[in-house]
């Protein structure tokens, strides 16, 4: 379990680290007015990143559809999503672009540039079970989204029961 914290933690910080300064994430009119000497403080960005999609479980085969997206009001550099599943994933499989292993339970995916109130950023995982397993769950939360202050972080945490029926379970 400690090991699983310390790849999280270290997966995380990553892509923190690769945002950097960089990130063009920005509060509202930053820079607009002002001079050296001003002391004008800019609070965080706000936005509001929410994730939505589906999940399907069958014979051992996981789908799992992941749209990010951002209500606003402020645009997003990105953001990052981790998969938790409660079921390991067989070793060796390629995840889409912007995707990572955390583990062998855990998947990052990061979102291009979020605009508020824009198109959402969609990845499809297609992934392998160890075993075949009559049911598994997945939570689904936004580990890094920019810095921004979210007021609604409810819509980016979900928790998926999915039984291997092959339907899709939405979130």
């Known amino acids: 379990m400690q090991r699983a914290m310390m790849v999280v933690s270290a997966a995380a ?19 607009e007015g ?21 999940v399907s479980l069958s014979g051992g085969r996981l789908t799992v559809r992941l749209s990010t997206g951002n209500h606003g009001p402020s645009d997003l550099a990105g953001a990052t999503a981790g998969l938790v599943f409660s079921e390991p994933l ?50 689904i939360a936004t580990v890094w989204n920019g810095g921004a202050e979210d007021r609604n972080p409810d819509n980016d945490k979900h928790h998926v029961l999915v039984p291997a029926t092959g339907d899709l379970y939405i979130y």
């Open 13 to 31: 910080m990553a892509v923190v680290m690769g945002a950097g300064s960089g990130s063009g994430v920005e509060a509202p009119g930053a820079g």
């Open 34 to 54: 002002e001079g050296v000497g001003q002391g004008v403080e800019r609070g965080p960005a706000e936005a509001d990143v929410a994730h939505h999609g589906h």
């Open 90 to 139: 067989a070793a060796g499989q390629k995840l889409p672009a912007g995707c990572l292993w955390g583990g062998d339970r855990v998947v990052y995916c990061q979102a291009d540039a979020l605009r508020a109130d824009g198109r959402d950023s969609e990845f499809l995982l297609d992934l392998r079970t160890v075993g075949h397993p009559a049911e598994l769950s997945v939570d």
